[in-house]
């Protein structure tokens, strides 16, 4: 006995001696106790080291995933915002492609800089810039022309690709809504409106216990459309946030919209940032009132597990005067680059 209670002794005392180590947690771990969303590019918010343009993209963390949506209007200054942001780039696990405008993937160069084989999700177009296919049989055959006048020599591939725009980026190309991970879809949806018709767009619906969380970039298909859509993954809309695509619509409109989220999808918290404009986010303000979720550039949306969502109080000061300026003037610019754009030609293939 005396000889056990002697070896236990020692032990305690070598015990002493030794610094207790305690694992860190790893990467996985640190980001599945994350659940926000980040806006890091946009052309209003408070006044920081990030740089403003016009355009989208946001960070989220949630489900031990992150996710990039969207990727902005300039490569250099997404590349600034990341960093201001602290994004590590090479640890995105995947990143969705909301549209094809520039304004939301001018980005996507730095992205693959940093993370060349991460997984891209993106609209599926027939001449899409992101890659695409199409049967041969959609083009009108003329048998009686000589084989040198005649495509693929008179005997086409059953199916012709088209190559994209980033030749080896890891793209998977979406038509129709699907689960991309555990609780979290793409929406995929089809505009209709002057100006976008026909034009393919991506939204990203996170379900979690409060109810879906919807981001969107520019919202093209109507916004109204998108949460109809989402709604049959979960009727229970938690948060709707990003681009609504009003920056030209009138009063009238705009009333109908926000009264339209708040009582008919009964949507619980709203976030609204890029083209949604400047008097969409008053009227939502209005609407809203303390639901009304801040997103200008830099913000945090902290998703907490009670179903609270931060944000600003409704009094609080949308605009610094030079920010209020600097996004009206690129609102301009944008909706005329548009207007003429479409003007000269309503199909762009």
């Known amino acids: 006995m005396i000889k056990f209670i002697k070896a236990i002794a020692?032990?305690?005392?070598?015990?002493?001696s030794v610094p207790l180590v305690f694992a860190a947690p790893n990467d996985q771990?640190?980001?599945s106790s994350k659940s926000e969303i980040k806006i890091i590019y946009d052309a209003f918010g408070k006044q920081s080291a990030y740089q403003k343009d016009w355009g989208?993209?946001?960070?989220?963390?949630i489900g031990?995933?992150?996710?990039?949506?969207?990727?902005?209007?300039?490569?250099?200054?997404?590349?600034?915002?990341?960093?201001?942001?602290?994004?590590?780039?090479?640890?995105?696990?995947?990143?969705?492609?909301?549209?094809?405008?520039?304004?939301?993937?001018?980005?996507?160069?730095?992205?693959?800089?940093?993370?060349?084989?991460?997984?891209?999700?993106?609209?599926?177009?027939?001449f899409g810039i992101y890659g695409s296919s199409l049967p041969s049989s959609f083009y009108r055959k003329d048998a009686e022309l000589p084989n040198e006048y005649r495509y693929y020599d008179g005997s086409p591939p059953e199916t012709m690709k088209f190559g994209s725009a980033w030749e080896k980026a890891n793209f998977q190309?979406?038509?129709?809504?699907?689960?991309?991970?555990?609780g979290i879809w793409a929406i995929a949806q089809v505009s209709d409106a002057p100006g976008t018709k026909e034009m393919k767009e991506l939204s990203l619906a996170v379900d979690t216990p409060n109810g879906l969380v919807i981001l969107v970039g520019c919202s093209h298909p109507g916004i109204e459309n998108i949460v109809q859509a989402a709604a049959k993954i979960n009727p229970k809309i938690h948060l709707v946030a990003g681009g609504f695509h009003l920056v030209t619509a009138p009063d009238e409109t705009i009333a109908n919209v926000a009264i339209a989220l708040r009582d008919k999808w009964k949507v619980n918290y709203i976030a609204p940032g890029h083209c949604t404009g400047e008097p969409t986010f008053n009227a939502l303000r209005k609407t809203f009132g303390d639901h009304y979720v801040?997103?200008?550039?830099?913000?945090?949306?902290k998703l907490e597990p009670n179903g609270v969502i931060e944000g600003v109080s409704i009094k609080t000061t949308l605009f610094q005067a030079n920010d209020?300026?600097?996004?009206?003037?690129?609102?301009?610019?944008?909706?005329d680059v548009i207007h003429n754009h479409f003007a000269h030609s309503h199909h762009e293939y």
């Open 29 to 31: 771990e640190s980001k």
């Open 64 to 126: 031990g995933k992150r996710i990039l949506f969207d990727t902005g209007n300039n490569g250099e200054t997404f590349k600034h915002n990341a960093k201001v942001a602290n994004a590590d780039l090479s640890k995105i696990d995947f990143v969705v492609l909301s549209h094809r405008h520039s304004d939301h993937m001018a980005g996507l160069n730095k992205v693959l800089e940093a993370n060349p084989k991460v997984k891209i999700y993106a609209p599926r177009e027939g």
């Open 10 to 16: 020692i032990l305690f005392i070598t015990s002493l």
């Open 173 to 182: 190309v979406i038509d129709q809504t699907i689960e991309i991970a555990p």
């Open 324 to 335: 209020l300026n600097l996004y009206r003037q690129l609102a301009a610019e944008s909706h």
């Open 294 to 301: 801040y997103a200008g550039l830099g913000a945090v949306i």
């Open 56 to 61: 989208y993209a946001a960070i989220i963390e």
